[in-house]
């Protein structure tokens, strides 16, 4: 790319920093840096919740798996959406009215159970961390299309969402979020549009496909399912899942300042997404009809901006996938940072701070997860996977005492614990190939063990506890 490309894309990372830092002047407490106040309209709820699932999964993961696998490559992206509503049915009115600041805080409530508390939250605080390794890979592929050192690239773009949110916390991460998201809506569906018009439409696509690689149009690669229904359930089950438990998103549920803006932003951030995620499957698409198979598909997108646009429009794009990847670290940043100050300090081992002091082990905290994700991501690879691999463990775990905690009444601390205790073990077990249940993921399997544990323990030992 041109270094007129770079200086753009840079600028753009220091107008996103400097947003980060004007935001500082509305942290006045801990809970200002935590929760944003709870203050935050639809509006700004909104673009908070559709920021922290629009990030390089959904942008370039899109792009990849539909170059590969077609249309039905727009799975994932189609069910973070989905997720988002269904998080707006299930429990984000109801999550809200607690007045919580996190999803252990729900656990301990609900179950009586400090150890059920910090069990959750580690568990959820491993995931956040493998979670932001995989934004900091991404911010290697995307800043190294300037010819930036991916070592360095990586170094500079960690380290201006980590000062930014160690800086002003929630509001930071909510404000920036918006800008971000206003680049991403005008440069995501510009390079599908690119890609679309040079590879002649949608129509000059199937006939480029079908006179190059008759083989994919028969295995339908055009169709939703094609021959890969299985993939539908492996990227939208997980997603959800994952959605209805996660701190990232309940954060922002509990910024908001009511439990009516909590269902509203959860409704529309998750249309935004589900309109969106179009566009990058488009692009991978036009990638397929363009380069062939000989490029990589992670690479997809990235091939489509330096080949086919032009340079402002290319520098434009290029700004938006680096918003999507700051948008959701920084998400991750302050639910990890919720995780290890509220979660584990205060409430695990007992620490009294004072509102001030809170706020700077808050700080504090968020440098640390930052640094951590980024060492780890740069340095020891088998560490982020191992870190990644507890997105399932918490996943297949939590989600069970969590989301059926809230309607049925029965569920006990003892059940809570073998629950997550049995599905995190078992999704682990499955994801190492230990065992197969059909083709289901292993997330899915966990959570199934999950279930049986915590009714059958729950119904062995039960209490009087009344759903929330």
Known sequence: MSGFQAWVVLGYLALVFAVGVWATRFVKSSEDYLLAGRRLGWVLATAALAATHFGGGFVVGTGAWAYQYGLSGIAYALGVGLSLLVLAVVAAGRMRRLGLV??????????????VRVLGAALSLFAIIGILGAQVWASQGALSLLGVDPTKAAVIASLAFIIYTAASGLWGATL????????????????????????????GMEATLLSNEPALIEAGYFSWVGDRGVLLVAAIIPTVMYTLIGQDFYQRLFAAKTDRIAVIAATMAGLLLMVYAAFPAITGLSARALFGPEIDPSQAIATVVTEVLGVW????????????????????LIAGTAHLTHDI???GLGWSPTDKQMLLASRFATVLIGLSALVMALGVQAIIELLLLSYTMYAAGVFIPVVLGLYWSRGTSQGAMAGILLGAVVSVLAAMDVFVVGQWPPIVVGAGASL??????SLLWPNRRQPV
């Not at 996190?102 to 150890?115: F, G, N």
């Open 102 to 115: 996190t999803v252990p805080d729900y656990l301990e409530h609900r179950y009586q159970s400090k150890a």
């Open 176 to 203: 920036t979020d918006v800008v971000q998201l206003a680049v991403i809506f005008i440069g995501i569906p510009l390079v599908a549009l690119g890609g679309l018009q040079a590879a002649g439409g949608w129509a």
């Open 313 to 332: 429009t290319a520098a434009v794009v290029l700004g938006a996938i680096i918003a999507a990847i700051l948008s959701t670290a920084d998400s991750l």
């Open 345 to 347: 300090a205060k409430k």
């Open 452 to 457: 049986l544990a915590y009714l059958s323990v």
